[in-house]
């Protein structure tokens, strides 16, 4: 951890951070360390099958408000680092992957990280495995803005719903009980995206996750992430 000095998330939609490395998040912003979050798509208009159609003007009504809930739940995390582009939700495979990751580039070129969070490939959402493409474009090797560190995180309600190739870790972050419950605060601003017990997204099988990923390797409290290139100097 004291290898991280300037972290950024890259996430599909405004709560994917959170539920991805939200406990990590409040870890490193405990110890100082600067964090920025790049929101690609918004996360609302996926559920109007022909948003064109609607009021436009309660659509964005709706996308400012997910928003707002983004910036208090990196509030409730320790940040205040971010960006939302809105890109429209659930149609990044409509959109060119170069584009996408040219706003990754010029994400990195300015603010320099070491460290980059973003989705697994394995994700049934299609928004998240095209964030995913587009980051390891941004972050390919050779590149005059390649970062040493490259990891993915599993989203409830997306990894684990890849039956035949499961989200696999191979990198654990010890988390206290203090950031589970920091995680817990900043997913409960996400109102409009968590439900009760089964849905995945909700308070208990935050918890459980933390819990279950932790005594994966001998501890309380993990997330759980999949180091795709990692650079020791």
């Not at 939200?22 to 609302?44: C, N, Y």
């Not at 040219?102 to 964030?131: A, R």
């Not at 203090?178 to 017990?197: G, I």
Request: charged share 25%.
């Amino acid at each position: 951890m004291k290898n991280f000095k300037k972290v950024m998330v890259i996430a599909a939609h405004p709560d994917d951070d959170v539920l991805g490395c939200g406990g990590t998040i409040s870890k490193l912003a405990r110890q100082g360390v600067d964090i920025r979050v790049v929101f690609i798509a918004e996360g609302t208009t996926c559920r109007y099958l022909h948003p064109e159609n609607f009021d436009q003007r309660v659509i964005k009504e709706k996308i400012d408000y997910r928003n707002k809930c983004g910036t208090k739940a990196l509030q409730a995390l320790g940040v205040d680092n971010y960006v939302f582009y809105n890109l429209p939700c659930g149609k990044l495979d409509q959109e060119p992957v170069i584009s996408i990751g040219k706003i990754i580039e010029q994400e990195i070129k300015k603010y320099e990280p070491d460290t980059i969070f973003t989705h697994s490939k394995k994700d049934v959402n299609v928004d998240h495995q095209i964030v995913y493409q587009a980051t390891l474009q941004a972050t390919r090797p050779g590149a005059k803005n390649a970062v040493d560190v490259v990891f993915s995180y599993e989203v409830l309600s997306s990894s684990e719903w890849n039956f035949s190739e499961p989200f696999a870790p191979n990198f654990f972050i010890e988390i206290s009980k203090k950031d589970v419950d920091n995680k817990v605060k900043a997913m409960s601003y996400y109102d409009t995206e968590v439900k009760p017990l089964p849905f995945p997204r909700c308070e208990d099988m935050i918890r459980m996750t933390c819990s279950t990923r932790g005594s994966q390797i001998g501890v309380k409290n993990a997330e759980a992430f999949s180091l795709i290139r990692g650079l020791v100097r």
